[in-house]
């Protein structure tokens, strides 16, 4: 079993900053894929950004330029660095974990974060 816990969400000022974290628990697989995702009031969740345990990223065209993802493999945690936040922005993180070994996807509980003046 795996359990991941976000944390780092809040209230943040159009233009601001904030850095998100997420802390996976139990047996993580290096062939393992962590990610974020978002939900927005009435949307679909939609991908932010993917990385691999060897550091290749993948991430949506809308936050190339302003997110940036990484990971500590020693510490199993997968971190989102969000700048220039924007109103849209605002929507309910997800932190996830999947893996072609894996015979099901793991998702965290997710953290707020929103975007307003």
């Known amino acids: 079993q795996v359990q991941l816990v976000e944390s780092g969400g809040g209230l943040v000022q159009p233009g601001g900053s904030l850095r998100l974290a997420c802390a996976a628990s139990g047996s993580i697989l290096s062939t393992d894929v962590m990610g974020w995702y978002r939900q927005a009031p009435g949307k679909e969740r939609e991908l932010v950004a993917t990385?691999?345990?060897?550091?290749?990223?993948n991430y949506a065209d809308s936050m190339k330029g302003r997110f940036t993802i990484s990971r500590d493999n020693a510490k199993n945690t997968v971190y989102l660095q969000m700048n220039s936040l924007k109103p849209e922005d605002t929507a309910v993180y997800y932190c996830k974990l999947s893996g072609w070994r894996r015979v099901r996807d793991y998702w965290g509980q997710g953290t707020q974060v929103t975007v307003s003046s």
């Open positions: 990385i691999t345990s060897g550091g290749s990223t």
